[in-house]
T-cell receptor, first 113, second 112 residues
């Protein structure tokens, strides 16, 4: 079946540190890949996406590259801020009717000053 | 403003009672979704709907029911058959497959 696996959290970093959150997927076909972010007590917001192999999604200093050969979509940021503290979800879906987003379990990031 | 609205934000229910969570969107999206979020479990799909008057079960549909009588609305009923209903419920909508999903602020349901 189709699934997403994220690294276990929590991830605890100091401000300005480099961030990597690993995400790998299993899919029957060629999915689109997403990163969503959830701030405390809120719903999810799209952070970035990539729809085909070798695409790089980027937003607010975050980046992720769709790697078909390693079935991965790791999230990176060069210098994190306290305001980046949140839960990050990796997700996939397919470009066909009747499909929904499939999420990983989420990774909690805590950044201290 | 365009968006997706869930109500109420907090909901308390006695065991054995049914309760309905509201989800309304004014984004003119065809697709709508309900997810359940539990600590350490991520988001699990309960039900989804691609068009009015049609919906499909997700991975954990048992003990839940939905309706889609209008494009804008996709209410979720948590029935007394749901064995462990205390959770954070998220509604989402999307223009179609492979597009960005927009989420509501969520409803936190607690069974007392």
């Amino acid at each position: 079946g189709n699934s997403v696996t994220q690294m276990e959290g929590p991830v605890t970093l100091s401000e300005e540190a480099f961030l990597t959150i690993n995400c790998t997927y299993t899919a029957t076909g060629y999915p689109s890949l997403f990163w969503y972010v959830q701030y405390p007590g809120e719903g999810l917001q799209l952070l970035l996406k990539a729809t085909k192999a070798d695409d790089k999604g980027s937003n607010k200093g975050f980046e992720a590259t769709y790697r078909k050969e390693t079935t991965s979509f790791h999230l990176e940021k060069g210098s994190v801020q306290v305001s980046d503290s949140a839960v990050y979800f990796c997700a996939l879906t397919f470009n066909q009717a009747g499909t929904a987003l499939i999420f990983g379990k989420g990774t909690t990031l805590s950044v201290s000053s | 403003d365009g968006g997706i609205t869930q109500s109420p934000k907090y909901l308390f229910r006695k065991e054995g009672q049914n309760v309905t969570l509201s989800c309304e969107q004014n984004l003119n999206h065809d697709a709508m979704y309900w997810y359940r979020q539990d600590p350490g479990q991520g988001l699990r799909l309960i039900y989804y709907s691609q068009i009015v008057n049609d919906f499909q079960k997700g991975d954990i549909a048992e003990g839940y029911s939905v309706s889609r009588e209008k494009k804008e609305s996709f209410p979720l009923t948590v029935t007394s058959a749901q064995k462990n209903p205390t959770a954070f419920y998220l509604c989402a909508s999307a223009a179609g497959p492979n597009t960005e999903a927009f989420f509501g602020q969520g409803t936190r349901l607690t069974v007392v």
